[in-house]
Each structure stands twice: as C-alpha cells, then as structure tokens.
C-alpha cells in the first residue's frame, strides 16, 4: 500500500513539473521573437533654468506603437509620442516619434527588466495656446530642435493570457541628454524627462 502511494506521489509530481514547464515554454518570454502592440500613457516635462513663463510643467499625452524584441533580449520599437506642457495660461504640445533600443531581460518568471536609450524625431507642427488663442508653428519658429535622445530604463511585468500571448504592464523613464532649445532659445541648456505607463499585448512568434 506504501509503494501505490508512493508511486502516484512520484506520478502527481512528474505530471505538476511537465505542466509548469509546458506553460513556461509557450509564455511569450520565451519566444525567440516577440511582437508587442502597446498604447502609451506619458508625462513629459523639461529640465532645467527658464523663465517663469515659459511652460515646463508636466501634462499627460497619449500614445502607442509597436515593440519588437529579437533573439539575446534586443528589443527596437517605433512609439507615436505626444509631450505635453503647461503653465497656468500657456500649453505646448509636440508630437515625436520615439525609437527606443534597450536590452530586455526577464529574470524571474512574468517579471521584466530594460535598459538602453531612444531617439525621438519631431513630427508636424507644435501646437500653442495661450490665453484661450492657439497657435501652429513649425520647430524652427520655436526655436526648438527637431530631434532628441536619451537613456531609457524598463520595469515590468508580462502576464501570460495564453498560448505566446500576454499582457504586459510596463513603467519606463526616459532620460534626454540632448537640449531640446536651439543657441539662440531659452530651451537650449533643457533637456526632456519622459515617464512612461505601456499597457498592451505581447505575441510570441
């Protein structure tokens, strides 16, 4: 009697670790390639002296894109990037789109870490209002520069859904090291501060 129960523990057991492994492999981390659709959540603000009447506070903007994560945890997106800011009377918007290039990891099961940088290209016009007037005008006539870059960090988590598919919960903060002003503005020594909320669905392929 002894052995038969001892036989089914061993058997219970084998059949537990053949499970957990079978779920673990068709979790989209373990995927050679995965592709992520996200939306994008951001609060954008900018770094450093200026007036105080120059907008620099914070405002919420909304995006998404596209994530693709390739064989050794490099992982290259293409994300529609709208930083917003705002004063008590004047608010700034200007639509990027943001490339960001990090290595991913995933050290423990459903969790997942990043760290590399972005380049963000400015795309239309920046749109101004002030006073209840809005304006449209091109990054020259701001005086901004077209384009950016920075160090971006990944927090995360992937939660998997099914077979090579997940929801992933991310938080990323990117760190510009580029002024965002020409010489002659009072944005040249500023640098961009973006925090990142990526909500979105991970395939494994």
């Not at 038969?4 to 059949?15: M, P």
């Not at 990891?105 to 209002?129: D, H, R, S």
């Amino acid at each position: 009697m002894r052995s038969i129960f001892r036989s089914w523990k061993i058997t219970l057991a084998l059949v537990v670790t053949h499970i957990v492994i079978l779920g673990l492999a068709a979790h989209p981390s373990y995927a050679l390639v995965k592709v992520s659709i996200v939306g994008d959540v951001n609060s954008s603000k900018i770094e450093g002296s200026l007036p105080a009447s120059e907008p620099s506070a914070a405002k919420v903007g909304i995006g998404g894109g596209l994530l693709l994560e390739l064989p050794f945890g490099l992982e290259i997106g293409a994300l529609y990037h709208p930083r917003q800011l705002g004063t008590g009377s004047e608010n700034l918007s200007a639509r990027y789109l943001m490339v960001p290039v990090q290595m991913r990891a995933y050290p423990i099961p459903y969790f997942t870490l990043g760290l590399g940088g972005y380049y963000a290209q400015g795309i239309g016009n920046i749109q101004n209002e002030f006073a209840s007037t809005k304006t449209s005008e091109t990054f020259a006539q701001m005086e901004f520069k077209k384009s950016d870059f920075g160090l971006l960090g990944t927090v995360g988590f992937d939660l998997p859904m099914g077979a090579l598919i997940s929801l992933i919960i991310e938080g990323r903060y990117a760190y510009g090291l580029t002024g965002l002003g020409k010489s002659s503005s009072v944005y040249r020594d500023s640098k961009w501060r973006d925090v990142h909320g990526l909500v979105g669905f991970r395939f494994g392929l």
